[in-house]
């Protein structure tokens, strides 16, 4: 094609712009629940069982499981970045059924669920209230019964968690002594409890074929008992002199909460805790906005005294993100206009980038939804450096064209004519190369090629759309917008940069020589930079993904193993106390009894750290506000401290208070990951309590 195409056609290049313009891993999550057994009992039982079916299960990367002192059991799987989350949660869902014949009748009756949802938190959600009478129990009953289900039917929503969750339960204290004194056994108690409080069909009188009846009329019995006082009337036995000996003989039974092991709260207040998690591929903005109608709208039917809040919402870290790729676009265009209009001194050609710079990056927007990416940490990344990279060809067209008109005193048509003939191949050259740098990162397979492939195919893309438009629009607006210099003299400030220009061009045409006439020495210095930056590459410390501060963190306390809930409650309000002191704390989530690495546990308490908006804090630096916080809590004797932050990538970065206990725990638990997991990070491991 020849290179003046374009240039006489200009509707045709305008109308191509214009058609430009136009233009996380799966995770299944399985829980199940074995009452009354603790953690090794679930692990031998339930855990076993399931992790040898589920091993081998197709595109699985990795398991993590965990069982519980309560008798609770969960496993998340992830899959590869490739794989259909209805597929992998159709394979679980198959493999559990073979493992269904293994396992305890209790825990097959109680049920096993399999869900798909995204690894990461979006939103949560607290109801709360100063009324006395709306006490944690109460709220967490009253979110389970009224807000759970609807918050589940949001579109996108994968799961949501009732953290520190407590019940309403029928709680039957029994005295071992009268049991004993009647001989009577907790088996008998069981078997009684089965057996009378159960719903059953009674039958139908009238039913055909009797005949000589008018009604037919269904016989409807007591089912399922309801009260404290239809509990104490259970009959354990009668005896042959017609004595009976009820439940209340035997027993204490009242309505309280299902389990004490775990509490719940924020900034050491009472509250229920809703964690909300999004499927694979979701909106989180468009989901977080759904939740969010809905909570406000469940409002309006709350009892009077019981309010909400949001604590944590993941879309703001997202909002910000956007906000600074806003940002940055807009200081980049600032500085290309700067750029060109000080360099060339011309509005004229000054408008030819402020046109292609933007037609570059909406084309990426439409092939990036063509690929099926989503606007991530990613994605933003190159769409930033893209911003710096897009500029360039419009830039070149521009001053070769300005170039040649002031040297040739040819017209704007012309010059931008003679131009394009030589800039043509070195402009598809410099795409090619670019292309041939980033592109085959994409061919990486698994979740690392997965990440790097939106980061390069987002700049490749850029970097081609850019090339077109500098082959078709700019000469177009270049030999229509563009005239030859006037012969007037530049003002001052003008003349000052000019002769700077000159100064640099002049100085970089001596280096160039003397780097070609000394070949050897050069290549003696670039050998060099290639050893730095490998010796570089090899000292800094490395990761999966770089850290970013998304506006929180946590704070796990571990006391020593047998501590009961009164022990970690003292120390985790002692902690609490010290974090809503913190001028970049605004709020403090605690879940007291259970850990995100052991699960249910009494010796445990994780507290979640949200700081106050980027612009309202005192310290910028996560890292210095999380150093406070380590430094305080460390001198805490009877507990651990471990605090965490969650990378992009969805894994944790785990630390802890300077002691060798902590730093040998860490390293065992690195070098077991680090054995078992196919990503180059040390993630969250598989525990068992």
Sequence with gaps: MKADFFIDRPVFSTVLSIVIVIVVPPVVRISASYPGADAQTVTQAVATPIEQELNGTPGMIYMESSSSNSGGFSATVTFDISTDPDLAAVDIQNRLKEAEARLPAEVVQNGISVEKQASSKLLTITLLSNDPKFDEIYLSNYATLNVLDMLRRVPGVGRVSNVGSRYYAMQIWVQPDKLADLGLTVKDLQAALKDQNRESAAGVLGQAPMEGVDVTTPITAQGRLSSVSEFEEIVIRANPDGSIIRLRDVAN?????????????????????????????????????????????????????????????????????????????????????????????????????????????????????????????????????????????????????????????????????????????????????????????????????QLYRQFTITIAVSVVISTIVALTLSPVMCSLFLRPDDGHRKNRFFRRINLGLAIGNNFYGRTIARALANSRRMFAAFGIVLIGMWLMNRLLPQS??????????????????????????????????????????????????????????????????????????????????????????????????????????????????????????????????????PIPTCSRPSTRS
């Design 544 to 677: 999966f993904m770089p850290q970013e501060d998304q506006g929180y963190f946590t704070v796990e306390l571990e006391l020593p193993e047998g501590a009961t809930i009164e022990r970690t409650r003292t120390v985790t309000n002692r902690a609490i106390d010290f974090l809503m002191a913190d001028p970049d704390v605004e709020y403090v989530l605690n879940v007291t009894g259970s850990s995100p690495r052991v699960g249910t546990n009494q010796a445990h308490s994780q507290l979640t750290v949200i700081l106050k908006p980027w612009d309202e804090r005192e310290t910028d630096d996560l890292s210095e506000i999380m150093g406070r916080v380590r430094r305080e809590l460390s001198r805490y004797p009877e507990s651990k401290v471990y605090l965490s932050t969650r990378p992009a990538s969805g894994s944790y970065k785990i630390s802890c208070a300077p002691s060798a206990t902590c730093r040998t725990a860490a390293s065992r638990w690195c070098s077991k990951r680090a054995a078992t997991a």
């Design 253 to 449: 039974i009242s309505l309280e909460a299902q389990s004490y092991n775990t509490e719940s709260g924020i900034n050491a207040g009472n509250a229920a805790v809703l964690d909300v998690y999004m499927l694979p591929g979701a909106n989180a903005i468009e989901v977080a906005s759904s939740i969010k109608s809905t909570m406000e709208e469940l409002s309006r039917n709350f009892p009077e005294g019981i309010t909400y809040n949001i604590p944590f919402d993941m879309t703001t870290y997202i909002s910000e993100s956007i906000h600074h790729v806003y940002r940055t676009l807009f200081e980049a265009l600032l500085l290309v206009i700067l750029v060109v209009f000080l360099s060339l001194q011309s509005w004229r050609a000054t408008i030819i980038p402020i046109v292609a710079v933007p037609i570059s990056l909406i084309g990426t927007f439409g092939v990036m939804l063509i690929f099926g990416f989503s606007l991530n940490l990613l994605t933003l990344l190159g769409l930033i450096l893209a911003i710096g990279i897009v500029v360039d060809d419009a830039i070149v067209v521009v001053e070769n064209v300005e170039r040649i008109m002031n040297e040739e005193h040819l017209s704007p048509y012309e010059a931008t004519k003679k131009a394009m003939r030589s800039l043509s191949s070195a402009l598809i050259a410099m795409s090619l190369v670019l292309c041939a740098v980033f592109v085959p990162v994409s061919f990486l397979s698994g979740i690392t090629g």
